[in-house]
């Protein structure tokens, strides 16, 4: 059974930081291009930040891009978000997704983290 368990949400303030965490059972993250996306309030779920599987090439919505890192543990199986510098505009439910595709694809979600930024 495949699980992936999002961690470290909550409240921060604008210019703080937060760093994200997806524990993943059932599945390798190596494996899969591991994603992390967030859904505003009245919005639709928007990609944040991609890691592939294999190599590990990173790419980032240009909103979030030089604030954010995605990276990837092997060794534990977790994928973390670390967000610097965080925008009102930031706030949302962070989803980690696991992705894998051949002749068929397998996707996966998290339940979600919820991330304020707010004074």
């Known amino acids: 059974q495949v699980q992936l368990v999002e961690s470290g949400g909550g409240l921060v303030q604008p210019g703080g930081s937060l760093r994200l965490s997806c524990a993943a059972s059932g599945l390798t993250v190596s494996w899969y291009d591991m994603s992390w996306y967030r859904q505003s309030a009245g919005k639709e779920r928007e990609l944040v930040a991609r890691?592939?599987?294999?190599?590990?090439?990173?790419e980032y919505t240009d909103s979030v891009n030089g604030r954010f890192t995605i990276s990837r543990d092997n060794a534990e199986n977790t994928v973390t978000l670390q967000m610097n510098g965080l925008k009102p505009e930031d706030t949302g439910v962070y989803y980690c997704?696991?992705?894998?595709?051949?002749?068929?694809?397998?996707?996966?979600w998290g339940q979600g983290t919820q991330v304020i930024v707010s004074t």
């Open positions: 997704n696991a992705d894998w595709q051949d002749s068929y694809r397998l996707s996966y």
């Open positions: 890691i592939s599987k294999g190599g590990g090439n990173t």
